[in-house]
C-alpha cells in the first residue's frame, strides 16, 4: 500500500502528534511505500514569523528522524520543495465547492481560536488534498481531527473525475485508531498546540516533569477507587504503560484505590521516559548535524517529484493543457 502523511510545522511536537500520528508512520513504513512529509506551507496559516519559522522546520525534519522515520524505508520530504503540489491545488480547488469548505470544522474552530480567516485557511483542505492526491496514496494514518479532511479529499478527487471523465487520482482512505484518536492533554482537553495543554516530546526534562505532575485530576481520596471516565491521567497512562503487565497495573489502581495521583503521575513520567529517552538522545545528536537533515529532506524532495511528476502530467492532460 501507499501511505502518506504530514505534520506542520507550527509548534513543538508533542505527545498527541506521536500516538495519534507519527508512532503508526514508523509501524507502517516497516511493510508500505511510505511518503512522510513536512506540511510548510500549511503552517504558513498560523506562523508568519521567519526566524521562528526555520526553526520550527528543523525542529520538526529532526523529530521526525529521531523518532524513528528512516529515509532508507520512507520518503521524507519538505511541502515546499514539490512544487507540483501547489500545482495541484490550483486544479484542484477549480473542482472544489465553497459550501463543501464552508462546512469544514477544523476552519471554523481555528478562526474561533482567533486565527486570520484568511483564505489560505478557507483553502487548507484543497491543499491537503494536493498532498495526498499527488502521490496516490491509499493510506493516510492521522488523528480524528483530520477525518473531515479526508473525506474532502475523496470528494475533491471524485469531482475532479466526474468533471472530466477521468479517474486520474486514487481515493484515499483515513487509518484512525481508535484508542489514539483524540490523545488528552494536561487540562482534559485534546492535546492541542493551541490549547496551551501539551507534552512535549523533545526539550528539557524538568519543566516536562513539571506538566506531567500537573495534569488535572479530581480530589478523590487515595485509598478510594478512582473514575477512569474522562480522566486524562488515566487515559494517558493507558496510551503509555508499555507492555500488559503495565496496562494491567494501571486498569487495577484505578478499579481498586490505594495508589494517589501523585503516584501515579511519578509512574506516567517514567513511562515517558521509556517511551521517548532514546529518541531524545538522538535528537540531541542530530541536532547538532542540521546538514545532515537538510540532506535527507532534499533527497526524498526529488524522490517525491518522480512519483508526483507523471501525476501532473495526466492531470494537465485531463484538464486540456498541453
Ligand atoms: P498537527 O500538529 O495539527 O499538524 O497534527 C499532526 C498529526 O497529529 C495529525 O495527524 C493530527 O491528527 C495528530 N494529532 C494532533 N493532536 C492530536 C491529539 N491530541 N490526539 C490524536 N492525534 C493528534
Ligand atoms: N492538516 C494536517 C494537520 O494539521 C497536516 C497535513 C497537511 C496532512 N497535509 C496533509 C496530514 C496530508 C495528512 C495528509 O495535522
Redo the contacts with the bound molecule.
Keep these: 500500500m501507499r501511505v502518506l502523511?504530514?505534520?506542520?510545522p507550527?509548534?513543538t511536537l508533542?505527545v498527541?502528534?506521536y500516538?495519534?500520528?507519527?508512532r503508526q508512520f514508523v509501524r507502517l513504513q516497516e511493510e508500505n511505500e511510505c511518503f512522510f512529509f513536512l506540511?510548510d506551507l500549511?503552517a504558513l496559516t498560523t506562523v508568519q514569523d521567519p526566524p521562528r519559522f526555520r526553526e520550527l522546520i528543523t525542529d520538526l525534519a529532526t523529530g521526525y528522524l529521531a523518532l524513528g522515520l528512516d529515509p532508507a524505508r520512507s520518503v521524507v520530504y519538505r511541502q515546499s520543495d514539490l512544487p507540483e503540489v501547489t500545482e495541484l491545488s490550483w486544479y484542484l480547488s477549480t473542482v472544489t465547492s465553497m459550501g463543501l469548505l464552508q462546512r469544514c470544522h477544523s476552519f471554523k474552530d481555528k478562526v474561533a481560536q482567533g486565527v486570520v480567516p484568511s483564505h489560505g485557511l478557507f483553502a487548507y483542505p484543497v491543499l491537503m488534498a494536493a498532498d495526498i492526491l499527488i502521490v496516490k496514496s491509499d493510506l493516510v494514518?492521522?488523528?480524528?481531527?483530520?477525518k473531515q479532511h479526508l473525506e474532502v479529499t475523496r470528494d475533491v478527487a471524485a469531482s475532479f473525475h466526474a468533471t472530466y471523465g477521468e479517474e486520474v487520482f486514487v481515493l484515499p482512505e483515513p487509518m484512525i485508531l481508535d484508542d489514539?484518536?483524540?490523545?488528552?492533554?494536561v487540562d482534559g482537553r485534546?492535546?492541542?498546540?493551541s490549547y496551551g495543554n501539551t507534552i512535549e516530546i523533545f526539550g528539557p526534562e524538568k519543566p516536562i516533569r513539571k506538566k506531567i505532575m500537573g495534569i488535572v485530576t479530581d480530589s478523590t481520596p487515595v485509598e478510594a477507587p478512582k473514575p477512569t471516565e474522562d480522566n486524562a491521567l488515566y487515559h494517558l497512562l493507558k496510551i503509555f504503560a508499555p507492555n500488559p503487565e503495565e496496562k494491567a497495573w494501571v486498569e487495577t489502581a484505578f478499579a481498586e484505590g490505594g495508589v494517589g495521583y501523585g503516584d501515579m503521575k511519578k509512574r506516567l513520567f517514567d513511562y515517558y521516559l521509556q517511551t521517548f529517552g532514546a529518541s531524545r538522545a538522538r535528537y540531541d545528536e542530530l541536532r547538532g548535524d542540521p546538514a545532515e537533515v537538510e540532506r535527507i529532506l532534499r533527497a526524498g524532495a526529488d524522490t517525491a517529484r518522480e512519483t508526483a511528476a507523471p501525476l501532473m502530467d495526466e492531470v494537465r492532460k485531463a484538464v486540456g493543457i498541453h
Design positions: 502523511s504530514g505534520v506542520q507550527s509548534g508533542h498527541g502528534n500516538f495519534g500520528a507519527i506540511a500549511h494514518p492521522v488523528g480524528k481531527d483530520q489514539v484518536a483524540v490523545v488528552p492533554g485534546k492535546m492541542s498546540k
